[in-house]
């Protein structure tokens, strides 16, 4: 045998060799990936991407419900959860917020944002909407319960109008007839703060569409507002009702929790398109928020939290204005002054945290009643497209939110208010019904 035919059989057989090498590492490495593939069921590796995208843009109105949205930026949990790029920017009004909604953030308006729970309907529905044209929003949390109030002038406290708004009917009349307009202020037609003020003047025998005029105030507003004189009443959220207190320009007739016990008050609504197209980061900004809310509720973070939305680029007041009601203490202002109180702020307690169909039903129902709505209005319908609760259970469980949040059902049952009314959302007609004063027949 020649040397040169030597050396191609060698070749040869080192070319066998690395073919049954490469053989047994394909062979290997397939067993490999079964293994692998049995260990983690499909889309586990899709999962572990992390959320579609870093970026979300939100919005906020100085309101001490917007707390959530701030703790879970200042704190990082956005980050936590793979939104490294969140932004929580501060809007003027809740006209503001639905104008950047309606654009979305690709032209320069927000995906979200601490809203009004009916607002979310009414911009699904058209019927706050330029040209009346639907924008479909969802509700991926409800932010908080209870701690709004209705504030009023301190020309009016000798009427002793309280929780029972009654004393002001005679007062109103009076001023009408000596041809004064008396102005009852809310944020938003259609919105929580409007059907607080409209609940409580109407229990009262005052009809809030002829025995007064209700204008439209941006929180922040209120307060200079009322100094120079430009309302009687107002319905709003903290700090301004304290701010209000304490600056001695009025009194707290009366907390919302007061109305209705546990009641609940904003969400967190974002543009349906965002949440399809982003299922993965809807949920990754639920579990921030969620767990802002759960920080939020603990009563050793209330004096932080105060500091926090205190703060210049948040609300931009003195945390004295916020501390006392976050935490219970309720200074009403006409000599009524009650100390950790059950009418705190709740932002994961009781429920808070979690939003029941059965609540935004009420709303809905509420705008119904005052005109706002239709009364023909399939309000089930559209709770059903507009309400994600089943996005927010999977958040919850995914970082193992408190048991105690989590509801069984997506029904709260029968909800009773302080004049002995009572909606049941299994017949919203009836509740309807049974109010005196109303728009609808």
Not at 175 to 186: Q, R, T, V
Not at 208 to 237: H, L, Y
Request: with cysteine.
């Amino acid at each position: 045998m020649t040397r040169e035919t030597s050396t191609r059989a060698q070749r040869r057989g080192i070319v066998r060799r690395d073919l049954l090498k490469g053989a047994a590492a394909a062979t290997a490495t397939a067993a490999l990936l079964s293994s692998v593939r049995a260990a983690f069921p499909a889309g586990a590796f899709a999962q572990a991407s992390g959320p579609e995208t870093s970026k979300v843009t939100l919005g906020f109105i100085a309101l001490t419900d917007a707390a959530p949205l701030i703790i879970a930026k200042e704190k990082k949990l956005f980050d936590k959860h793979g939104i490294t790029d969140a932004s929580v920017n501060k809007q003027a009004s809740w006209g503001t917020t639905r104008d950047n909604i309606v654009l979305g953030s690709a032209a320069g308006g927000i995906d979200g944002a601490h809203i009004l729970t009916p607002l979310p309907y009414l911009i699904s529905l058209g019927t706050v909407t330029p040209e009346n044209k639907p924008v479909p929003m969802n509700i991926l949390a409800r932010l908080n319960y209870d701690c709004q109030a209705i504030s009023v002038s301190k020309e009016l406290m000798p009427t002793g109008a309280r929780l029972d708004s009654a004393p002001l009917k005679e007062a109103f009349a009076r001023m009408k007839a000596a041809g004064k307009d008396p102005k009852c202020a809310m944020t938003f037609r259609g919105g929580t703060h409007d059907l607080w003020i409209r609940y409580w003047l109407a229990a009262g025998g005052i009809d809030p569409d002829r025995d007064v005029s209700t204008i439209v105030v941006p929180p922040p507003q209120m307060v200079a507002n009322m100094k120079v004189g430009n309302m009687d009443a107002f319905c709003v959220g903290e700090p301004w009702n304290e701010q209000l207190v304490n600056q001695g320009i009025g009194y707290t007739a009366c907390t919302t929790g007061e109305i209705w016990k546990n009641h609940p008050e904003k969400s967190l609504g974002m543009r349906a398109d965002w949440v399809d197209k982003n299922p993965k980061a809807a949920q990754a900004v639920l579990s921030a928020v969620i767990e802002a809310q759960v920080w939020c509720d603990k009563m050793e973070n209330k004096e932080e939290m105060s500091t926090i939305l205190g703060k210049r680029q948040w609300f931009n007041v003195p945390p004295a204005d916020i501390i006392n009601r976050i935490k219970g203490d309720v200074n009403y202002g006409d000599g009524r002054s009650l100390k950790g109180t059950s009418l705190l702020m709740k932002f994961y307690a009781e429920h808070a945290s979690y939003p029941f169909q059965s609540h935004e039903l009420w709303f809905l129902t509420e705008d119904q009643r005052w005109g706002i709505l239709p009364p023909d209005l399939d309000t089930k319908a559209i709770v059903a497209k507009v309400n994600r609760e089943d996005l927010w259970r999977a958040a919850a469980n995914s970082i193992g939110a408190p048991a105690h949040g989590i509801p069984a059902g997506t029904s709260r049952g029968k909800e009773t208010f302080f004049d002995g009314k009572v909606f049941d959302p299994d017949d919203p007609k009836a509740y309807l019904a049974s109010l005196a004063i109303k728009k609808v027949a």
